[in-house]
């Protein structure tokens, strides 16, 4: 008999299984896939270069909790990410910063003159509602149009106008030369990678891993006390409300014969070509090698869930699922598919932490 019966074994799974382990509880955690880690998966590829198999995955926190509670299973590699939007013929740091509108305009503005310069361009936008109005309100149409009206739609298949604020708002505007990706507390790659991590993290007495194993092939075989479901929601009730749309994304991973492909880890495409960027692994992990490999991102309707879709019409379907799910008294749903949020990791390590505080905190007040 299992306490937890934990089905994925990406972030969200993992942490609880590890926390519930500790708390000596007797755990299952199951992944339809043939590897624990679920998206942030990374192995060495044929050639011996670590790539991540669901695109980079690059961690960035605030939060000290999470960042303590992943410690324990993996040194770190400081890594500060930084991006290039391939915009006009050039190279320009994104997020929008000083250096980008110097560049973009051949100017030489200082950080006083270019709020003036953005506040002239911008076009107010009250209430600030869609990912349109948060880039318009900030930078105006015509920076907008270059850096993210075109990456939008070939991410999302639709205009930012039809997508919530929080999507875009995801990338600020500087008016200084900080050209990182990321300004959190703590930026860093895990040494030996995510999926050692994820080793480390599962190596307790009392889990059991079970791969290639679609948790509806032995929820009824296998005794459990509780589920914690981290698969997406609607799967779980086989779509009673309707199918939640999610963004998938094709991944053509390409190995060159040289040390360097490009200038920086990551090169956005807003405007020109059908993928969004272009990621060069070497820059993420620190590793030394002859070759180097890089990936592109396609996105596309069909393939496995990678990014659910912020708007309110989705959001209307989900609260219809989640009202069910609050229904089970078993049954936990959680990670970024189990409560459909476009969640980083570290807020899926969040969550789950708090999950476990739940959990914990309601077995106390049982009786036993
Ligand atoms: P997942 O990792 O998706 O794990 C869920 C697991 O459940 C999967 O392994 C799946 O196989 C399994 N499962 C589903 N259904 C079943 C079933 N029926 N039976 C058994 N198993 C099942 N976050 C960052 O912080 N930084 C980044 O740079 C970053 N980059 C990203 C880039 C891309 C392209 C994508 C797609 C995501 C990125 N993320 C990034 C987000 C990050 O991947 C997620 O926050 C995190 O992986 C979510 O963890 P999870 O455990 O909730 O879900
Ligand atoms: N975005 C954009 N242009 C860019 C970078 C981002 O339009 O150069 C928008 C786009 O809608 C994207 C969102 O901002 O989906 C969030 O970007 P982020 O880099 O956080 O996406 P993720 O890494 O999660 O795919």
Redesign the pocket.
């Known amino acids: 008999m299992y306490d937890f019966l934990i089905?994925?074994?990406?972030?969200?799974?993992?942490v609880l299984a590890e926390r519930l382990a500790d708390a000596e509880k007797k755990v299952l955690i199951?992944?339809?896939?043939d590897h624990i880690?679920?998206?942030?998966?990374d192995f060495y590829d044929t050639e011996g270069i670590l790539i991540?198999k669901?695109?980079?995955?690059?961690?960035?926190?605030n939060s000290e909790e999470v960042f303590r509670c992943l410690s324990r299973f993996t040194q770190w590699r400081p890594y500060e990410?930084r991006v290039l939007a391939s915009v006009d013929g050039q190279l320009l740091p994104i997020p929008i910063n000083l250096t980008t509108i110097n560049k973009l305009y051949g100017r030489n503005l200082t950080s006083d003159e270019v709020v003036k310069f953005l506040a002239s361009k911008a076009e107010l936008r009250k209430p600030v509602l869609t990912s349109e109005d948060v880039v318009v309100n900030a930078v105006g149409k015509e920076l907008y149009e270059k850096f993210f009206r075109g990456y939008t739609k070939k991410q999302w298949d639709l205009d930012p106008s039809e997508l919530d604020a929080s999507v875009t708002a995801r990338v600020p505007t500087r008016t200084n030369c900080d050209d990182r990706y990321f300004t959190d507390t703590y930026q860093a790659m895990p040494k030996n990678g995510y999926t050692q991590m994820f080793r480390n993290m599962l190596s307790h007495p009392n889990i059991h891993i079970m791969l290639n194993?679609?948790?509806?092939d032995i929820v009824d075989l296998i005794p459990h006390q509780k589920l914690i479901y981290?698969?997406?929601i609607d799967?779980?009730f086989d779509y009673l409300f309707g199918k939640l749309p999610y963004r998938s994304?094709d991944?053509h991973f390409e190995t060159l014969d040289q040390d360097i492909y490009q200038k920086t880890g990551t090169i956005n495409y807003p405007i020109s070509n059908l993928y969004t960027r272009i990621t060069e692994f070497k820059y993420l992990t620190g590793q030394k090698h002859a070759k180097t490999t890089i990936v592109y991102?396609y996105p596309t309707a069909e393939g496995?869930?990678?990014?659910p879709i912020p708007r309110k019409e989705n959001q209307d379907i989900y609260n219809e699922y989640k009202k069910l799910a609050a229904q089970i008294p078993t049954v936990y749903f959680?990670?970024?598919?189990?409560t459909y949020k476009y969640?980083?990791?570290?807020?899926?390590v969040a969550q789950s932490l708090a999950l476990f505080r739940k959990i914990i905190k309601e077995e106390n007040a049982v009786p036993q």
């Open positions: 089905v994925g074994c990406g972030f969200a799974g993992s199951v992944d339809k896939r880690g679920g998206n942030a998966y991540h669901y695109g980079p995955h690059i961690f960035h926190t990410h194993t679609n948790y509806k981290t698969g997406p799967a779980y994304i991944f991102e496995d869930p990678y990014y959680t990670g970024r598919l189990g969640y980083n990791m570290d807020q899926v």
